[in-house]
């Protein structure tokens, strides 16, 4: 971790590179910009911009052409006036004003600066943004400011976290998960989820689902993997939250972003021995590197939702939901899907784009 004021201006630094040398291609600028935008409106928690710009990106990003002119965008769908604008301004200047004063802002720059920490949500940023605080320094040396354990990790090994994980590094910790999981469980099921399932090259973290065709048993699952991989000298931290969705009302009204399963959020110890090609992120000397691997338990019957919903990306999870929703008049979150007064049953992914009218998508066209 870097000490003091210059973290936020080389964050900033940092941006601005990557923002002009992305000038040399219009339509990854174009990308860069609602990137920025979104990001904006994430951290200041304005919910409307926010859908709207990530839904502009999405289309502008599937488009078959590039973007030259601004001929036909007004026929483009969720492309508002705003980033109608926004493209007017690319063309004709190469550069947004508008993104350029964001990434100037002192606010924009130190919440992305503190939610880059693990366990630092937009709202304790913005708390300690409005305290006056602006660098890691400051925060760990103010007495009034009471870290989680969760935090207290994050800032610990902020380095190897905020460095993210190559593929090579997440087919590692596959191995690794899937090892322990055959010696605690060796009948229950261990999947890759997220971002590496959706075929990218880099994460912040690796998602498994791990599921038991003994039901009930899912519940349990969790704490003998992280006993495990205590044993081992591998668990470097975890957050367990136990399955909370016998609480819930059957058929809900409200179908939730997030979910009620058992899941956990571990930081592992990475050995650099078991990375193919040497694991170069690494550090000389230390043989090993801090990752974020993330575990969710489900029902085997509640299995294909979860991986559907778990596999993403964000984007493409709201995309999907807004369709059944709006579309087929039915309500689809990671537990169901509900179709006026019956759930629909799923044993995979297939199931339920069928029962949605869709042809199958693989997870590497997920990643809108
Ligand atoms: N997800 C969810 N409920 C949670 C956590 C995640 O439904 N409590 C979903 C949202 C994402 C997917 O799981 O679509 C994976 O979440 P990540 O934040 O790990 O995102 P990715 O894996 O797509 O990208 P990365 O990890 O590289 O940031
Ligand atoms: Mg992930």
């Known amino acids: 971790m870097k000490e003091g004021r210059p973290v936020a201006v080389e964050t900033r630094h940092l941006i601005q590179v990557r923002y002009s040398l992305s000038t040399i291609c219009l339509s990854s600028l174009l990308q860069d910009a609602l990137e920025v935008l979104v990001e904006y409106h994430e951290l200041t928690e304005i919910e409307g911009p926010r859908v709207a710009y990530s839904r502009a990106a999405s289309v502008l990003k599937s488009l078959p052409w590039t973007i030259e002119s601004m ?54 940023a913005d708390k ?3 305290r006056g605080l602006r660098s890691f320094s400051q925060i760990l040396a103010d007495p009034d400011v009471q870290l989680n354990r969760m935090q207290q990790n994050g800032f610990l090994h902020y380095t190897d976290l905020s460095r993210g994980l190559s593929a090579a590094e997440a087919r590692a910790v596959e191995a690794v998960v899937g090892e322990t999981v055959r010696t605690v469980a060796p009948n229950a099921r261990v999947v890759l989820t997220g971002g590496f399932r959706r075929g990218k090259e880099f994460g912040h973290d690796v998602d498994f689902i791990v599921t038991t065709a003994e039901p009930g048993r899912e519940n349990s699952l969790l704490p003998l993997i992280m006993g495990r991989l205590e044993e081992q000298g591998l668990l470097l931290f975890q957050a367990h939250h136990p399955s909370t969705l016998a609480l819930k009302k059957i058929p809900c009204r409200r179908f939730e972003a997030m979910d009620y399963y058992s ?5 592992l110890k990475l050995e650099g021995s078991r990375v193919q090609g040497g694991g170069q992120a690494v550090p000389a000397g230390r043989g090993w590197r801090a990752v974020r691997v993330d575990l969710v338990a489900p ?18 999870e709201r995309d999907l939901r807004r369709f059944a929703r709006v579309e087929r008049n039915m309500l689809l979150d990671n537990h169901a899907l509900f179709d006026k007064n019956q759930f629909l049953a799923a044993v995979t992914e297939k199931d339920i784009f069928a029962h949605l009218g869709l042809e199958y998508m693989e997870p590497w066209q997920r990643n809108a």
């Open 128 to 130: 300690w943004y409005r």
């Open 299 to 316: 029902p085997i019957e509640r299995f294909a939702f979860t991986q559907l919903g778990w596999t993403g990306s964000k984007q493409f």
């Open 71 to 124: 001929g036909g965008t007004e026929a483009l769908p969720c492309v508002g006036e705003k980033t109608r604008t926004l493209i007017q301004e690319i063309l004709q200047y190469g550069r947004s004003f508008e993104v350029e004063k964001i990434l100037a802002d002192e606010r924009y720059q130190t919440l992305k600066l503190f939610t880059s920490v693990f366990g630092v949500g937009p709202k304790t």
């Open 263 to 267: 899941k956990c959020f571990l930081i």
